[in-house]
């Protein structure tokens, strides 16, 4: 899920963008939801200090404060480099400005519905584009092995473990399967039952009306009812 952050003249109450959010998640199937709001710079810096996790910043520049939108966006993104900045405003000429600033994108008010969309897919990808790149990391004792996503075959439990399958080996640890798929690219995962995900670069076949999914190291894995058009969605994306 991606965590958004509103900082907007009208909350923590503007119904078009919590609406908006709601829309987002519920209608249209996006990982976003609002977990903090406030039209309070002082706030605002309070909550991102604590909060790291925080990965879409939606910034009204035009609210009368102290600190300018533009500089309050600089504090946040040296507290937390890999957030995604959004500013909003109803003068377009602060484009260029909030673009030096290294915002991801700039939303001219009244912006719509679909505009909002647009962006947030757009966050959404890159953010894709960037977990992909990052390594796996397998903890072994008093050491951690980075491997890259793409090696990474399937992952199952067994009882309290994870396993993990790669293209030349298996390893497991005590976590649970939820917290793995959670650090790892959740296009190129997908959940096949509640013990199992696979990658879906390894599928090999699929038999829809066996419900079984065969992958390219030659393992078989069952695919659950209530799986399948997850299943089906991410492979066809």
């Known amino acids: 899920m991606l965590p958004v952050v509103l900082f907007e003249e009208t909350s923590p109450h503007d119904p078009m963008l919590t609406d908006s959010f709601d829309r987002l998640r519920e209608g249209d199937a996006l990982s976003v939801f609002v977990m903090f709001s406030t039209p309070d710079a002082d706030e605002l810096l309070t909550h991102a200090r604590a909060h790291p996790e925080a990965t879409l910043y939606i910034l009204d520049i035009d609210l009368p404060q102290t600190r300018d939108g533009i500089a309050l966006w600089r504090e946040i993104s040296s507290l937390n480099p890999s957030a995604y900045g959004v500013f909003t405003s109803a003068h377009s000429h602060f484009a260029l400005a909030c673009l030096r600033a290294h915002a991801f994108d700039f939303l001219v008010k009244p912006f719509t519905y679909e505009d909002l969309k647009s962006t947030v897919r757009a966050v959404l990808d890159d953010l894709s584009v960037r977990r992909a790149r990052l390594p796996m990391s397998i903890p072994l004792g008093d050491h951690t092995l980075q491997v890259d996503q793409n090696d990474?075959?399937?992952?199952?439990?067994?009882?309290?473990?994870?396993?993990?399958?790669?293209?030349?080996?298996?390893?497991?640890?005590?976590?649970?399967?939820?917290?793995?798929?959670?650090?790892?690219?959740?296009?190129?995962?997908?959940?096949?039952?509640?013990?199992?995900?696979?990658?879906?670069?390894?599928?090999?076949?699929?038999?829809?009306?066996?419900?079984?999914?065969?992958?390219?190291?030659?393992?078989?894995?069952?695919?659950?009812?209530?799986?399948?058009?997850?299943?089906?969605a991410a492979i066809s994306s």
């Open 152 to 232: 990474v075959v399937s992952l199952h439990t067994h009882g309290n473990l994870v396993c993990c399958r790669l293209t030349d080996g298996e390893y497991s640890w005590r976590e649970s399967l939820s917290a793995v798929l959670e650090r790892l690219e959740q296009r190129l995962f997908v959940r096949v039952s509640r013990s199992c995900a696979v990658n879906v670069r390894h599928i090999q076949t699929m038999d829809w009306g066996e419900s079984l999914l065969t992958m390219d190291d030659g393992r078989i894995h069952p695919v659950s009812r209530r799986m399948k058009s997850a299943l089906r």
